[in-house]
């Protein structure tokens, strides 16, 4: 690989996306293997059977990861993102390996909660390097490009029910698997990944306090997590979802649950990227703008997984839903970085990290036990359409602030 002298800035820039592509994919690949091989599991691991125990067990992971974001956050701005990075991969793939070799229901809970802190650290420090190097025209698409590798693991991930119910494969063998992969990946990363050069000022307020003060920091973490409560369950629920309702096996209820939203979701932060990128240089809110279309898009897809008696209605809302995603997702970043200044973005992303996925942690367990006692999907699924349509209007009252944009093209 060049260095980063022998390469263009803007060449390099996007080198960095692409190093970083297949670590976001293993980020979603580890995540969404567990949701797909839920009945093979549950065959040796029984809790694994109730719903209020599975909605633990996701929340577990989420829980631990929020709480760590910050901290995580905290050290990328200011020791390195590289070493955060790959410090990452490699332990949360460690962990993914020996979640493959788990007995009991306590130590799957812990093997979560131990991936929840080796994952936290990575999205912080990993979206902030990316939106050091790409400032301005190409930020958007930049984080889009990465956010695409999101779709894509998820996408492997739901064939792990596949690959869970093969008799020569099986659950432990595609957690072994993965996490060797990762292991191998984290060598090679910390080869070639370098941060950039320094170029903030640091007599600037960089504490933890100067964010909280930012009101629309703190409206933009509000609008980061009413979505994402949706997002979560879609995520980690549809294949039990849609297995019971529609009398799927473990291969099929994972494929359709994961293949057609997540396809959508990679169309989506492809176009709302580039769509996004457009629109700021005609105006300031243009990434806010976008990213209000595609929540809006969660309305009608919300309600109408909740109501659905036929499998295709139910894939063509959550096509709706993953292409709203998609133009959610490539975006967050690229809002914070209008709000909060350079040496304070990854410690931002971190609290929004902690506020976003303890909700969804939260939603995890409180759909399980909801469903448990006999309320509707037409119901739960309705409320989360209200909470996103209030998130609407939270995100078009956002202004950019002068002060944070360093970056001349933002």
């Not at 291969?251 to 169309?267: E, H, I, K």
């Amino acid at each position: 690989m060049h260095s980063e002298r022998s390469t263009s800035p803007l060449a390099f820039a996007w080198l960095v996306v692409l190093i970083l592509w297949p670590v976001a994919l293993l980020n979603y690949l580890d995540r969404q293997m567990l949701a797909s091989m839920r009945m093979s599991m549950a065959k040796e691991i029984y809790e694994l059977g109730r719903d209020s125990d599975w909605g633990f067990v996701l929340g577990s992971f989420k829980w631990v990861y929020a709480l760590l974001s910050p901290f995580g956050g905290w050290i990328a701005d200011r020791v390195s993102r590289r070493g955060v990075i790959c410090g990452s991969l490699f332990v949360w793939s460690a962990v993914t390996w020996a979640t493959g070799h788990v007995e009991t229901y306590q130590q799957l809970v812990i093997a979560r909660a131990l991936m929840g802190i080796s994952e936290a650290f990575y999205f912080p420090a990993a979206l902030a390097l990316i939106a050091d190097y790409h400032r301005g025209r190409t930020r958007s698409r930049a984080v889009g490009l990465h956010q695409s590798a999101i779709a894509i693991g998820a996408i492997l991930g739901g064939f792990a029910g596949y690959v869970a119910q093969h008799p020569a494969l099986g659950w432990r063998f595609a957690f072994a698997a993965c996490g060797m992969a990762g292991v191998g990946y984290a060598v090679l990363l910390f080869a070639v990944l370098r941060d950039p050069e320094k170029s903030r000022e640091d007599a600037r307020d960089s504490s933890i306090g100067a964010l909280l003060r930012n009101v629309q920091y703190l409206m933009v973490v509000a609008y980061f997590t009413l979505p994402a409560i949706a997002g979560w369950v879609v995520r980690d629920w549809m294949p039990a979802i849609l297995g019971k309702k529609f009398d799927l096996d473990e291969g099929s209820a994972a494929f359709n649950a994961v293949f057609y939203v997540q396809t959508a979701a990679l169309v989506g932060v492809g176009v709302g990227g580039a769509l996004a990128d457009r629109w700021t240089t005609i105006t300031p809110r243009g990434r806010m703008f976008v990213s209000a279309i595609g929540v809006t898009l969660f309305l009608p897809a919300l309600v109408g997984i909740g109501v659905t008696e036929k499998l295709w209605m139910g894939i063509g809302f959550l096509i709706l839903f993953g292409l709203g995603w998609g133009f959610f997702d490539c975006n967050n970043m690229p809002i914070l970085c209008q709000i909060v200044r350079p040496e304070l973005r990854a410690t931002g992303y971190g609290f929004m990290n902690l506020v976003s996925i303890s909700m969804g942690g939260f939603a995890d367990w409180g759909f399980g036990a909801l469903r448990q006692n006999g309320v509707s999907l037409g119901l739960i699924f309705g409320v989360m359409a209200g909470i996103s349509l209030l998130s609407v209007g939270l995100v078009l009252s956002i202004r950019p602030s002068e002060q944070a944009r360093s970056d001349p093209a933002d």
